[in-house]
């Protein structure tokens, strides 16, 4: 079928896309160069999360099914690590915004309340399709982060806050994959012992370092003795349930320890592919931390400790998030329990050759 000839600026809708920048300083005078920055920097932004936006769909299409197909995993860690370039390139931006200073930025900012970045629906669904746990959320003097959204932003704020997120999906995904237990083996059991010998080992160092006195090894026992009790949690149902409802942990009993076998077991050719998802998820949620600190950073530069124009408190609040914000921070906590690779328990040779030999069976 003949097509008529595609033209650059109609492919790409240039008039209309660059006739989308409209400054308030223009309302009210000359429009000012500094405003257009600020602009196109934000829809830059959009256009990005957009982008996000669609790879975090197309993973969350493919966890939907009972099982997860191998090869499928490849294609999920390709989408995340696009959307970990994504997040490198939103940090450089801010370098940009930031060639605007402090007294540039006074001179439009009051025509800009009460709109503020706050108000992103997109930023909003992505935190909330990657999964961010809705306990953890800071408020804004007590309300809701959607009572500053429109009615629509607010409904699909909303519905994604209900559907199911990257972080249910991989949970549900991490609790189906076998070898946790094969044949008689168990995995909680082994590493517990292979657990208890090197802390049994430490305690021996301690109590034989002739560098220590009497209160410098009372220091370091009472923290080998808590070391203890937070790894016992990992073996005790009830006790792990307690740090979830505390919010210290957010993957259920079994995917955490899925996701510890699998950090563990990495070198077994078919845990790459889902040692390569949970290290794609933690980027993820890295490259989004980074960018939330460098905004708070920018923010006190540009307002030091006013208020934000969005009413929150401004760069504390933002800290905050930073800090509180994070969705896949069991990930990360992984590392507290790893153990160097020549005091790893060696597996028995059934889970050896079903690792080895079934790496054409789905994850699922
Ligand atoms: C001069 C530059 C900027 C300043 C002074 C600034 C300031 C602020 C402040 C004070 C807040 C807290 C909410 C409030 O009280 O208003 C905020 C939130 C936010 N800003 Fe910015 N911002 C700037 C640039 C940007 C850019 C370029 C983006 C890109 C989209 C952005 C996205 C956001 C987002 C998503 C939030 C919500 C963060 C959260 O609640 O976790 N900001 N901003």
Redesign the pocket.
Known sequence: MARDPVYYADYLKLPTLLSLQSPESGKVGAPMGDEYL?II??QA??LWFKQVLIELDAVLDGFSGPAVAERELGRFVGHLERVVAITRLMLA?IDV?ET?TALD?LDFRDLLVPA???Q?AQ?RSIENKLGLDPRTR?TIHGAH?TSRLSPEDKARAEAAEAAPSIRARVDAWLARIPFLEQGGWGFRESYRAALDATLTREAEIIAENPMLDAIGRGVQEAQLAQNRAHFEALFDADAYEALRDKGERTLSHRAFLAALFINLYRDEPILHLPYRLLKALMDVDEGFTTW?YR?AL??SR??GTR??????S??E??RA?AEK?KVFSDLFALSTYMLPRSKLPRLPASVEGALGFRSGVSAG
């Open positions: 600020f920097v934000h932004y959009e931006q915004l605007m930025f503020s970045g706050f992103s930023f800071m982060y939330r905004h920018m923010v540009m307002i208020v934000g124009t969005g009413g929150t401004g760069h609040y933002l998030t914000h």
